[in-house]
């Protein structure tokens, strides 16, 4: 079977920086998505590891290690409107599909 | 350009009803998956499919439930007889083409709140 695992909610003040994990366990690996959706809204793309190591866009950063079934995000200079669920997810060997975590949600705090 | 598109946005159907529940990719995109989603818990996948072929169906109900996406016009999500425990969020994604080694980025619609009364 396929699962991921990430803590259920982080809450971190304005200026911070906070790490959601992530770990899974998966038949065939294709990488490691990350995904933000407020308020129960359209889920939106925030960044995507295939490959070991740290990837970076502006305020977001995202790590994986395969060796170890793991990954995490990083947020950092936290802004009130990042408040949000944040959800990893595997694309596995069998195409497009995606599976997600249950997702952390992110309470900021001023 | 537009992004994904789903209607309704709400819909309300009695037990036992029938709820058809469409997506538009965006523009340019030709593959097509479902997810749903209960309240305070991550999207699961349902189905993926292609214009005109379904690629998976793993995640999809064996009885009630089935989709398509004609080679015209919008991918359908249909629930036959639906019940309560129907009553959730359904999310169309599309994506340009084949997944690539490179990226798995898919693009989400508002999704649709079904609830059953």
């Known amino acids: 079977g396929q699962s991921l695992e990430q803590p259920s909610e982080v809450t971190a003040v304005e200026g911070a920086i906070v790490q959601i994990n992530c770990t899974y366990q998966t038949s065939g690996f294709y990488g490691l998505s990350w995904y933000q959706q407020h308020d129960g809204g359209a889920p939106t793309f925030l960044s995507y590891?295939?490959?070991?190591g740290l990837e970076e866009t502006g305020r977001f950063s995202s790590f994986l290690s395969r060796s170890d079934s793991y990954g995490y995000l990083l947020l950092q200079e936290l802004q009130m409107k990042d408040s949000a669920s944040y959800f990893c997810a595997v694309g596995g060997n069998q195409g497009g599909k995606l599976i997600f975590g249950q997702g952390t949600e992110l309470s900021v705090k001023p | 350009n537009a992004g994904v598109m789903q209607n309704p946005r709400h819909l309300v159907r009695r037990r036992g009803q029938e709820a058809r529940l469409r997506c538009s990719p965006m523009k340019g995109h030709s593959h097509v998956y479902w997810y749903r989603q209960l309240p305070e818990e991550g999207l699961k996948f349902m189905v993926y499919l292609q214009k005109e072929n379904i690629i998976d169906e793993s995640g999809m109900p064996k009885e009630r439930f089935s989709a398509e996406f004609p080679k015209e016009g919008p991918s359908i999500l249909r629930i036959q007889q639906v019940v309560r425990g129907d009553s959730a969020a359904y999310f169309c994604?599309?994506?340009?083409?084949?997944?690539?080694?490179?990226?798995?980025?898919?693009?989400f619609g508002p999704g649709t709140r079904l609830t059953v009364t």
């Open positions: 994604a599309s994506s340009p083409g084949e997944p690539r080694a490179g990226s798995y980025e898919q693009y």
């Open positions: 590891n295939a490959l070991d």
